[in-house]
């Protein structure tokens, strides 16, 4: 009977192929999968505004017949010094008096950027404002976008306050009208 040679392992250069075998792979997925990072945090900073709007939707809500002799307004500014939107509630009493308080404050991530705002409202703000009565708001779209590819996200409310996400080149994301 013949005794079969030991194992003797990987030689030096077949472990040299496997490394360079496997640098030029991640070498060729490396942009793809940036690119799929950055998709990610513009649609997760997409639903995050989505849900913004429809939390601050249901605020205006919850105030309704609240303060008898009072107005209240539940809003959304955009692109202030230090934050990129904000949630603010707005009331005013009997006297005049006017008492702000802020709900949300978002900064988004530096490669993000919010542009294009069609929210315009009686005042001419750049804002977005929800009624007590029955959450209706002035109509509008913002787009969002990451410097980091060529998608965009669009957010659009109606006149009845409902807010919708749309987006162009962005994949599973439902394309704008």
């Known amino acids: 009977m013949r005794r079969q040679p030991a194992s003797r392992g990987l030689t030096l250069i077949e472990t040299m192929v496997v490394i360079a075998v496997l640098g030029i792979l991640l070498a060729l997925a490396a942009p793809s ?72 404050k978002v900064k988004l991530d530096p490669a993000l950027s919010l542009s294009g705002s069609t929210f315009v409202d009686p005042n001419s703000q750049n804002r977005l404002r929800f009624d007590t009565l029955r959450g209706m708001s002035n109509a509008g779209r913002i787009t969002l976008s990451h410097a980091g590819i060529a998608g965009q ?21 439902a394309a704008c009208q």
């Open 33 to 104: 999968f940036r690119d799929f990072i950055a998709t990610q945090r513009l649609k997760g900073a997409a639903n995050e505004l989505v849900s913004d709007m429809v939390y601050a939707r249901s605020e205006a809500l919850a105030r309704q017949g609240k303060n008898a002799g009072s107005l209240t307004v539940v809003e959304v500014l955009w692109s202030g010094a230090d934050y990129d939107y904000l949630i603010q509630r707005s009331e005013t009493d009997e006297n005049g008096v006017v008492t702000l308080t802020t709900l949300k």
């Open 153 to 173: 996200a669009n957010l659009v409310v109606n006149s009845l306050g409902m807010p919708s996400l749309c987006g162009t080149q962005l994949s599973g994301v």
